[in-house]
Nanobody, 124 residues
């Protein structure tokens, strides 16, 4: 069983930065791709960023490209999401997820384990 615990969220102003962390217990993250998703009020959960099992490749939603960076430290069993130039529309509950495959994917069906979610609120 895998347990994912997110941390680092909170309330910030537009233009600020935040770094989310997702620490895993149980099965290691080193053998799987990881992803970050988010769900804003009244909207469906959407893909934000994904990274391959070895950190070699990553992908982003168009809405966060060039502002967010996903990274993975297999030795610490942790994945990060660095969020810069935050906008009010980035306000959402953010989830990390462990994939069932080794390459990153934007499809939620490829992810078997999910964290509990973390609130990020960006004020204007």
């Amino acid at each position: 069983q895998v347990r994912l615990v997110e941390s680092g969220g909170g309330l910030v102003q537009a233009g600020d930065s935040l770094r989310l962390s997702c620490a895993a217990s149980g099965r290691a993250l080193s053998s799987a791709a990881m992803g970050w998703f988010r769900q804003a009020p009244g909207r469906e959960r959407e893909f934000v960023a994904g990274i391959d099992w070895n950190g070699g490749r990553s992908g982003y939603a168009d809405s966060v490209k060039d502002r967010f960076t996903i990274s993975k430290d297999n030795a610490k069993n942790t994945v990060y999401l660095q969020m810069n130039s935050l906008k009010p529309e980035d306000t959402a509950v953010y989830y990390c997820a462990r994939s069932q495959i080794i390459t990153w994917s934007r499809y939620q069906s490829n992810y078997a384990y999910w964290g509990q979610g973390l609130q990020v609120t960006v004020s204007s």
